[in-house]
């Protein structure tokens, strides 16, 4: 896969991290921001949108997607299949707009395999207390499917180390500010700079300097 303008972001957290509430915020500051929506083959949600949210499908569709190569990275969480396109992803990032994946660690991985530049970050709970409060209150789920979301936050968790930032979701807008620099960061590389900014760059190394 080759990556021409944009630049290609991971973002993971364990369910109920904030992470969803914190990219909407974020991309509705951002214009040259993209968020990747996934297919999945979980039930739609109360309030979702075909295509917003994600691309529903069942799970032959999905698996037939899989055998033609079409994703860029797939997994399966909670007996449920998720998936990026790689076609959008690639036209995408040549556009010269950023992307974000709002992926697990296994999806992570393989993403990291195949675009080893691409940024990623991780969002913490303040503490394992909140994450379950947080999920009850999102009144979604039975306790069955919240014991085994806590479960895997765990092991969600001791993944952090993978990642080229963390980011502590305890007070939402400081979190999110956190988010908006290290996107603002990355977009002020050199190589993307030279890319950017190629009129500017030419006349201050050519150009004559100014005279008194």
Same mark, same amino acid.
């Given at each position: 896969?080759?990556?021409?303008?944009?630049?290609?972001? +991971?973002?993971? @957290?364990?369910?109920?991290?904030?992470?969803?509430?914190?990219?909407?915020?974020?991309? #509705? &500051?951002?214009?040259?921001?993209?968020?990747? +929506?996934?297919?999945?083959?979980?039930?739609?949600?109360? *309030? #979702?949108?075909? !295509?917003?949210?994600?691309?529903?499908?069942?799970?032959?569709? $999905?698996?037939?997607?899989? %055998?033609?190569?079409? $994703?860029?990275?797939?997994?399966?969480?909670? *007996?449920? $299949?998720?998936?990026?396109?790689? /076609?959008?992803?690639?036209?995408?990032?040549?556009?010269?707009?950023?992307?974000?994946? #709002?992926?697990?660690? &296994? !999806? @992570?991985? &393989?993403?990291?395999?195949?675009?080893? %530049?691409?940024?990623?970050?991780?969002?913490?709970?303040?503490?394992?207390?909140?994450?379950?409060?947080?999920?009850?209150?999102?009144?979604?789920? *039975?306790?069955?499917?919240?014991?085994?979301?806590?479960? *895997?936050?765990?092991?969600?968790?001791?993944?952090? !180390? #993978?990642? /080229?930032?963390?980011?502590?979701?305890?007070?939402?807008?400081?979190?999110?500010?956190?988010? @908006?620099?290290? $996107?603002?960061?990355?977009?002020?590389?050199?190589?993307?700079?030279?890319?950017?900014?190629?009129?500017?760059?030419?006349?201050?190394?050519?150009?004559?300097?100014?005279? &008194?």
């Amino acid at each position: 896969m080759t990556i021409i303008k944009g630049t290609l972001f +991971i973002v993971s @957290a364990p369910s109920g991290a904030g992470k969803t509430s914190l990219l909407a915020k974020l991309l #509705e &500051q951002t214009e040259t921001l993209c968020l990747s +929506i996934s297919h999945t083959t979980r039930p739609i949600r109360p *309030g #979702e949108v075909d !295509g917003v949210d994600y691309h529903f499908t069942d799970r032959t569709h $999905f698996i037939r997607m899989v %055998e033609q190569g079409r $994703f860029l990275e797939h997994a399966e969480v909670f *007996g449920n $299949f998720y998936g990026t396109s790689a /076609d959008w992803v690639t036209t995408t990032l040549r556009s010269g707009k950023d992307v974000i994946l #709002e992926i697990d660690w &296994q !999806g @992570a991985q &393989q993403i990291r395999r195949l675009v080893p %530049e691409t940024i990623s970050i991780f969002i913490l709970p303040p503490s394992l207390p909140v994450l379950a409060e947080r999920l009850r209150g999102r009144g979604q789920d *039975g306790e069955d499917v919240i014991a085994r979301r806590l479960a *895997g936050a765990r092991d969600e968790i001791s993944h952090y !180390g #993978e990642y /080229d930032y963390l980011v502590v979701n305890d007070d939402f807008d400081r979190a999110l500010a956190d988010m @908006a620099a290290i $996107f603002r960061a990355e977009r002020q590389r050199t190589e993307r700079q030279m890319t950017g900014r190629v009129d500017l760059l030419s006349d201050l190394l050519s150009g004559d300097a100014p005279t &008194q």
